[in-house]
């Protein structure tokens, strides 16, 4: 069984800076490519960022020069840096890894979520 556990969201004042996590566990044989999305109220889920295993990043045009995403491959572990957020950034923050079980087909997993909220 493999789980994908996000944390790190919180209540942010304008202009203030956060770091997301999320560890993925289990009976793991490969993780690829891991990223982060977001969806906001009323709104579709969107991606932010998505890292390869060799670190290559691709970044959302909304979050590019104030979000950086990093990864710990021997943690096999994801992370969000957020800066300069803007009360639009507001929204549940999904971890995402494409990786292959043990037992089992290579395919998508979702983290549970993380509430991140930017207001003063």
């Known amino acids: 069984q493999v789980q994908l556990v996000g944390s790190g969201g919180d209540l942010v004042q304008p202009g203030g800076s956060l770091r997301l996590s999320c560890a993925a566990s289990g009976s793991i044989f490969s993780i690829y490519a891991m990223g982060w999305y977001r969806q906001a109220p009323g709104k579709q889920r969107e991606l932010v960022a998505t890292i390869t295993t060799s670190g290559s990043t691709n970044y959302a045009d909304s979050v590019k020069d104030r979000f950086t995403i990093s990864r710990d491959n021997a943690k096999n572990t994801v992370y969000l840096q957020m800066n300069s957020l803007k009360p639009e950034d507001t929204a549940v923050y999904y971890c995402?890894?494409?990786?292959?079980?043990?037992?089992?087909?290579?395919?998508?997993?979702w983290g549970q979520g993380t509430q991140v909220t930017v207001s003063s």
């Open positions: 995402n890894a494409d990786l292959i079980p043990l037992y089992g087909p290579r395919r998508n997993y």
